[in-house]
């Protein structure tokens, strides 16, 4: 029996969750500093370079084979089962994410409740979370410079005072004709001390009560870990019913975050000192293009942001009824991350601008990215607006909504890719989506409890910094290769023609071949050169740590060698025939109607050869029972 399998309910539902996937947290908080860090507006010219070779490529390849197929990111590897660890590493890498990307939702559920508060929790240093260190900017305009006088009666040297407690000290000598006065037993000193923001107290001190490193865990953090499960819970009821449910979420979920950002930069622009805030955003370093580090980090911002690699718009895809003009649907995706993120990065230096002005204290002083920018810098920064609770409500409601879409689309190369093959073992097995979805959410948020341990943001940091950074550009390279000297470039085309109408420009046949590869090993191979550990603040993670990382991004390596040895040992005849029959379409490999594969060139296959799933549209009708077969004869040269 041939089992039902969804498709869109309407083609806005298919680039909605594509843009909320793509458009994720790191366009929000990383992109701008990373813009700001490596040139300003001059940055732009190897981010849109990077774009068009990089990951629009990527994208297009990954949403080509999903809607070919209508498979997840395990079973559309058909097209050449050698290399179908593929898609298992990408559910593997997808998994990883889920961990830790829910503990930076069940932060931003820990802020948005805190939110309600008057006054908001991270203002002031009266708080039992504070130290002798903090400082509240509302309560002065110089935060470092602190003017004493010690006296000799004090009981402790000046020598102790320089090495236990200053960072810096400027002596203000008083003298006479070049002779100091003796009979003064006083020193009058400036002295530079360590101080901390409010703000960063409190996320430091009281939301994380972080430990020492990775080695010491310590307790969970049960307001973290009621957050951690609100956040599993909320995710679970948006996808139990598979696109079905979430497709209509993102209608919400991918267009609120716009409205947000356009409020937060109508009220940004109004605020003294936003304008020096933009141009330092944007004003051009031109010579920083020719530093090869400005390159690197545009590549890394993209694969990271747009998802290249991930399998998260080739699962997205798989839903798409059969002639949907994929194609310009990435292309319309694709721009609309890039533009995102410049669009968000005006709504972020426009309060940070203001956040220099009110504090007196030069941008690139207040400038941070990642969790410095959402939980520290942008907090602070609200706080000094008039009726700051409804600022900061609507900042972190705006970041919930963003990351939100990513777990959707996550979730779902988990859920599909897992369905897709089990039906293969077990027909019927669709049926029972909602109890998978369920046993999947309790198992990830079992597994991420350490996450929610006062050692939780070095645990994260780890599987950010080597899974998500390494893994996605290995697969990438590998999807590449695959498609232009396994299956074909031309034949692919041709696949994409008999769905959307018309074949593409040549140009991405060229970026599949030559381009993207070249670009994703040059980054690689830099990647190593200027390696550096991955760091928390002051913390920098100690060698057996570096291993743990670098064993999570060798298992993609491991599961592509591995999965490709065990089905060549289980193939039949001699090794060379066993090589070449495996980096051929399986027979269940093309579209899953019979109509669309007489289009596409396919061949029908007997109801005792059909396998596989059959799209049904959700309003009850459902098109032919179809099959995978591959016709033999089609041209596979490249």
Request: with cysteine; hydrophobic share 45%; net charge negative.
């Amino acid at each position: 029996m041939v089992s039902e399998r969804e498709t869109w309910g309407a083609k806005a539902e298919f680039i909605l969750s594509s843009m909320g996937y793509s458009i994720g947290l790191g366009n929000v908080w990383r992109f701008p500093y990373l813009c700001y860090a490596n040139g300003g507006g001059a940055f732009l010219i190897p981010y849109v370079i990077m774009i068009a070779v990089g990951a629009i490529p990527v994208l297009l390849l990954e949403a080509g084979i999903g809607q070919f197929t209508s498979q997840g990111c395990v079973s559309c590897w058909n097209i050449a089962p050698l290399f179908k660890g593929i898609g298992v590493t990408m559910v593997l890498l997808s998994a990883l994410f889920c961990l830790y990307y829910n503990l930076l939702l069940s932060y931003i559920l820990y802020f948005l409740f805190s939110s309600f508060k008057n006054p908001l929790p991270w203002v002031g240093c009266n708080h039992s979370w504070n130290t002798d260190d903090c400082y509240d900017h509302s309560s002065s305009t110089n935060d470092s410079v602190v003017n004493t006088t010690i006296s000799d009666s004090d009981g402790f040297s000046v020598g102790d005072l320089i090495t236990e407690t200053m960072t810096t000290i400027n002596y203000e000598m008083v003298s006479e004709n070049d002779t100091f006065y003796n009979n003064s037993s006083m020193v009058t000193m400036v002295m530079e001390q360590k101080k901390v923001r409010a703000s960063e107290e409190f996320w430091n001190h009281h939301v994380l009560e972080i430990s020492d490193g990775l080695h010491d865990l310590g307790k969970i953090r049960w307001q973290l870990l009621l957050c951690f499960l609100a956040a599993w819970i909320i995710v679970y009821l948006c996808i139990i019913k598979g696109v079905k449910s979430s497709g209509k979420v993102v209608y919400f979920t991918a267009t609120f975050p716009y409205v947000v950002l356009f409020v937060l930069l109508i009220r940004g622009v109004t605020l003294p000192g936003a304008a020096d805030g933009i141009l330092f955003f944007i004003r051009p370093v031109w010579k920083k293009l020719f530093s090869v580090k400005v390159w690197k980090a545009a590549a890394n911002q993209v694969f990271f942001s747009f998802t290249a690699g991930w399998g998260g718009v080739l699962t997205l895809a798989s839903y798409n009824k059969f002639r949907n003009n994929c194609y310009r649907d990435v292309l319309f995706v694709s721009i609309s991350c890039g533009l995102t993120s410049i669009f968000s990065g005006f709504v972020i230096f426009s309060v940070i601008g203001f956040m220099a002005w009110d504090s007196q204290v030069p941008i690139e002083d207040v400038v941070a990215s990642g969790p410095g920018l959402a939980f520290i810098a942008y907090p602070e920064a609200v706080a000094k607006l008039p009726v700051p609770q409804v600022w900061a409500f609507l900042f972190f409601f705006m970041l919930l909504m963003v990351g939100l879409d990513s777990q959707f689309v996550t979730m779902e190369v988990i859920i599909t890719a897992t369905i897709d093959e089990l039906e293969t073992f077990r027909p019927g097995i669709r049926k029972y989506k909602r109890y998978i979805i369920l046993i999947t959410c309790f198992i990830l948020m079992i597994c991420g409890l350490p996450l929610v341990t006062q050692g939780g943001i070095y645990v994260m940091t780890l599987l950010d910094w080597y899974s998500a950074g390494f893994t996605p550009m290995i697969l990438a390279f590998i999807e590449c290769v695959v498609i232009s000297y396994a299956y074909g470039t031309k034949r692919f085309m041709q696949d994409i023609h008999s769905m959307i109408g018309y074949t593409p420009v040549s140009y991405w046949r060229y970026c599949w071949m030559v381009i993207t590869p070249a670009i994703l090993a040059v980054i690689y191979i830099f990647s190593f050169v200027d390696y550096s550990p991955a760091i928390v603040g002051d913390y920098v993670f100690p060698p057996w740590a570096e291993a743990i990382g670098w064993l999570l991004t060798l298992t993609s390596i491991v599961i592509l060698i591995l999965y490709g040895v065990v089905l060549l040992y289980m193939s039949e005849g001699t090794f060379i025939e066993r090589l070449k029959q495996s980096v051929k379409p399986a027979k269940t490999w093309g579209p899953a109607l019979n109509e669309d594969r007489i289009q596409a060139g396919y061949t029908k296959l007997s109801k005792d050869e059909e396998e596989g799933v059959k799209p049904v549209e959700w309003n009850g009708r459902s098109g032919e029972k179809g099959s995978y077969a591959m016709l033999a004869t089609k041209d596979a040269t490249v």
